[in-house]
């Protein structure tokens, strides 16, 4: 009689595998004592049994290879190693009542799967397993929560930035960190920065390369302005206001702010977003005059050019207008530093005028949800008007958002737009454009294959 193993941990913290080798030990032993022979170990390190969503892939295999006869029983340390969900055991017991002579022993307790008595036992076994482990993770969820509300950092892997203790600065991760921020409102592109870093030698905190959405992840991430994250959102006090983490902030919260402004503008996601960053320099701002849509770069190899072209019908465009492209980003490059040069380009930062109906909105919130904890207010009272204050606050946020998009755009702009273009990256020079241009609108050519006509070009200034 061909017998499987199965051992399984729900944590392995430093991933020596020693639990599930000490199961297997005790498991071979008393498989000796029963006479049987081990043809296969089946072995879940670090894989919890409990959670539902978790799928345990040597369990999976196991219960493959007992029911299509590959072996002809189960010997496991214990039942809650085996199984945590009673839907996990039901599976089990479908096998053995399809497979007569199937064998399942445990370490710990006389438990076979193979008799009434043993299921029955089975069952009741894992049900009280499965309460247990429901009580534990909620008094987890609950001190993860006042952990979060106290602004204590928890376990996990170190945040890039912060050294070991996750509360102190690491001096040279957060001048990058900062230096990034700097050079993503200036308007350098992520994939530019992580191209620098992995030059550089830096890795994640995990030592991995750095790719553009984990760099996104980072840059969005609360924790750098100072806030304590709970369940990937700001973590809030009971009376409904932000929590600071008790670890110094990578950045101030009106620089962090704005890079997300940036990092979530609409048209930094677009279809016309090339994949190693913006290919041609008017991407996303040349538009069809015909049909309004955007008009895309379009790459000629042969003769080593490209063009903009108003596509269809992937695009929703109609197809009708096109344009050289060189001579187009020339055009606009010259006309951006006409423009400039007759301006005065400095500009002086103001607060962003809604910000008191912001606070004003949160606070009312909190109003609302402390006469409910007190009993004073109905839920029927509370509940409706917390949502509609929650749909304004969503509503100003994302105001913010594009008002400070255009901030950082004027305020990254340089003061001489003619000496510092030689040295800027298409990023760059784009964020320039955008902060003088809305669109440049082109119309269709007269004659096909005519000289470039600067006259179909309509610069729509902000």
Not at 189 to 198: E, K, V
Request: glycine share 8%; proline share 5%; aromatic share 6%.
């Amino acid at each position: 009689m061909d017998i499987g193993l199965y051992s399984r941990i729900s944590e392995d913290l430093d991933g020596t595998g020693l639990g599930v080798a000490r199961q297997e030990e005790d498991c071979r032993k008393l498989a000796d004592l029963r006479g049987w022979s081990v043809s296969k170990v089946y072995q879940d390190n670090d894989v919890p049994a409990f959670k539902s969503k978790v799928v345990r892939p040597q369990f999976e295999r196991m219960l493959t290879d007992l029911e299509s006869g590959v072996i002809d029983g189960v010997v496991v340390h214990d039942l809650d190693r085996f199984a945590r969900q009673p839907v996990d055991l039901e599976r089990a017991i479908r096998i053995f009542d399809a497979r007569a002579g199937l064998r399942f022993a445990t370490v710990q307790s006389d438990i076979d799967l193979s008799s009434p008595d043993g299921r029955t036992m089975a069952r009741v076994m894992v049900a009280f397993a499965n309460n247990a482990s429901m009580d534990t993770s909620r008094r987890v969820r609950r001190k993860h929560l006042e952990l979060a509300q106290q602004g204590i950092p928890v376990g996990g892997n170190r945040p890039f930035g912060y050294k070991k203790d996750k509360a102190t600065l690491d001096p040279e991760e957060a001048s990058l960190l900062q230096q990034a921020a700097k050079d993503l409102l200036a308007g350098v592109g992520l994939h530019t920065i992580c191209r620098r870093w992995n030059e550089a030698g830096v890795l994640t905190t995990v030592g991995n390369p750095w790719r553009k959405q984990v760099l996104r992840n980072l840059l969005l991430s609360p924790r750098l302005a100072g806030y304590r994250v709970y369940q990937g959102a700001v973590a809030r006090d009971p009376a409904g206001r932000p929590v600071r983490g008790q670890y110094p902030p990578v950045l101030d919260v009106e620089t962090w702010e704005a890079v997300c402004a940036v990092l979530r503008d609409p048209a930094r996601c677009g279809k016309h977003v090339h994949v190693g960053g913006r290919k041609y320099l008017l991407s996303g701002l040349v538009r069809c005059s015909e049909c309004g849509a955007v008009m895309h770069g379009n790459a000629n190899e042969k003769w080593q050019t490209f063009s903009y072209a108003c596509k269809v019908p992937t695009s929703g465009g109609c197809g009708k207008v096109a344009i050289t492209g060189p001579k187009l980003d020339s055009l606009i490059t010259d006309l951006i530093l006409r423009y400039l040069a007759d301006r005065s380009v400095e500009h002086r930062a103001e607060p962003w005028p809604n910000d008191a109906a912001l606070v004003d909105a949160t606070d009312k919130i909190a109003e609302l949800m402390k006469g409910f904890r007190d009993g004073q207010l109905s839920a029927d009272l509370v509940f409706p008007n917390v949502r509609e204050l929650e749909d304004r606050i969503a509503r100003l946020r994302e105001e913010r958002s594009r008002w400070l998009s255009k901030e950082v755009a004027l305020e990254s702009r340089p003061i001489d737009a003619a000496e510092a273009w030689p040295g800027m990256d298409t990023d760059q020079r784009r964020l320039v454009i955008q902060s003088v241009l809305s669109a440049v609108v082109v119309r269709p050519a007269v004659k096909r294959g005519g000289r470039f006509d600067p006259d179909r070009v309509k610069p729509v200034w902000v």
